[in-house]
């Protein structure tokens, strides 16, 4: 079953019929999703230091330099902790590592809303940001490094805000917390 409101259509679609592609896309992709957005805001933050604010054209190039760099962080990690499991095959825990485990995997990733979510709000930022970086004529218009660095900044950037719409949809549909659960009379 569905844990939250259903998401139509993802990136995550195009993997559906291989199973063992579908897990490693969503190993890599969510890791991104979820590094690359934590980096950029760290990266704004970072563009608060003097010295780091000298070097960088602007707090958008510090953005997406420190987002893209901790999302491909990520998805290192992120393929590590899958070889990590794979390794394990019938001994892995709370599902063995064979094709009928990976399988299921893939069967609850493809219900997970937040999984979903995410992966919907990243890539939609993305083609923003592509966008974006076409209709200004290149990243040093948009104040970003000139070159591939500028482009892999805007897309970041992009992919970054689109992660933090993801984060904003998901807790506006987490269920009620419930009164009772309030309780501190333990």
């Not at 609850?108 to 979903?116: I, P, Y």
């Not at 990243?122 to 083609?127: P, R, T």
């Not at 490094?145 to 500028?150: E, R």
Request: hydrophobic residues 45%; negative net charge; contains cysteine.
């Amino acid at each position: 079953s569905m844990d939250g409101p259903v998401v139509h259509h993802t990136v995550a679609d195009l993997f559906k019929s291989n199973a063992k592609v579908a897990l490693t896309y969503h190993v890599m992709g969510t890791s991104f999703d979820l590094f690359n957005t934590a980096g950029a805001v760290l990266g704004g933050a970072a563009y608060l230091i003097p010295a780091l604010r000298r070097r960088v054209p602007s707090v958008w190039a510090s953005m997406g330099t420190v987002g893209f760099v901790m999302g491909t962080l990520g998805m290192v990690l992120g393929l590590a902790a899958k070889a990590n499991i794979a390794a394990k095959g019938d001994n892995a825990t709370p599902i063995p590592y064979n094709d009928e485990g990976i399988q299921q995997r893939v069967d609850g990733l493809s219900h997970n809303f937040k999984v979903l979510v995410l992966d919907l709000s990243v890539w939609s930022g993305i083609v923003v940001g592509a966008t974006t970086l076409i209709a200004a004529g290149g990243p040093a218009k948009l104040r970003l490094s000139t070159g591939i660095l500028g482009v892999a900044q805007a897309l970041s950037v992009g992919g970054a805000i689109g992660g933090i719409g993801a984060f904003i949809c998901i807790y506006n549909n987490l269920p009620p917390k419930d009164d009772a659960d309030d309780n501190d009379d333990c």
